[in-house]
């Protein structure tokens, strides 16, 4: 069965680098989604992507932020600079069609910002 | 007033017991409802779809969704230990219907 895979699982960091984490979305998907939970908190939506470009953001999806999709099958979010409240599981999704909500997610990255 | 309002949970039950999962919402522009069910440190899988009201059935999975009280149910008959998970429900609208609101998530065990 196809699969949303996301490397790596886990991330450590200090506090200002620069992370980038990368999804492969289900081959035949045209949307694609990254989510993020903190630790006991619900999953909350960052960023949609289609057709190469950002369809729409979060408040959370601030300047330090940024999504990309390099070539046909990755798609990355890079946080530019760190910080202790980016420490979350961070979920990447996608979807075959932009309606009807029915997302694919992979397993997630664990960022840990020190 | 939270978007969308689940129970809290914990729910314990025994093997073989109808659990009822909720959720509530404040949206009017909520169209397309999903169960998913995420275990401990994985990512959220879907188990139920609807689109605006009414009731699915899958196997031993029941979604209902009343949009005149803006009211969603899940239904597990005939529980087993291995739907010990977090179950959340998700609503999106018609647009960008892959910018989903989550609820908070309710933990359910079920005993053997």
């Known amino acids: 069965e196809p699969e949303v895979t996301q490397t790596p699982s886990h991330q450590v960091t200090q506090m200002g680098q620069e992370v980038i984490l990368r999804c492969v979305p289900i081959s035949n998907h045209l949307y694609f989604y990254w989510y993020r939970q903190i630790l006991g908190q619900k999953v909350e939506f960052l960023v949609s992507f289609y057709n190469n470009e950002i369809s729409e953001k979060s408040e959370i999806f601030d300047d330090q932020f940024s999504v990309e999709r390099p070539d046909g099958s990755n798609f990355t979010l890079k946080i530019r600079s760190t910080k202790l409240e980016d420490s979350a599981m961070y979920f990447c999704?996608?979807?075959?069609?932009?309606?009807?909500?029915?997302?694919?997610f992979g397993s997630g990255t664990q960022l840990s910002v020190l | 007033q939270k978007e969308v309002e689940q129970d809290p949970g914990p729910l314990s039950v025994p093997e073989g017991a109808i659990v009822s999962l909720n959720c509530t919402y404040s949206?009017?522009?909520?169209?397309?409802f999903m169960w998913y069910r995420q275990y401990s440190r994985k990512g959220p899988e879907l188990l139920m779809y609807t689109y605006s009201s009414g009731n699915k059935e899958d196997g031993r999975f029941t979604a209902q969704v009343d949009k005149s009280s803006k009211y969603i149910s899940l239904f597990i008959r005939d529980s087993q230990p291995s739907d010990s998970a977090t179950y959340l429900c998700?609503?999106?609208?018609?647009?960008?219907?892959?910018?989903?609101?989550f609820g908070d998530g309710t933990t359910l065990t079920v005993k053997p």
């Open positions: 999704a996608s979807s075959e069609r932009g309606t009807g909500g029915k997302l694919f």
């Open positions: 949206n009017s522009a909520f169209q397309y």
């Open positions: 998700a609503m999106s609208g018609d647009t960008n219907a892959g910018k989903s609101t």
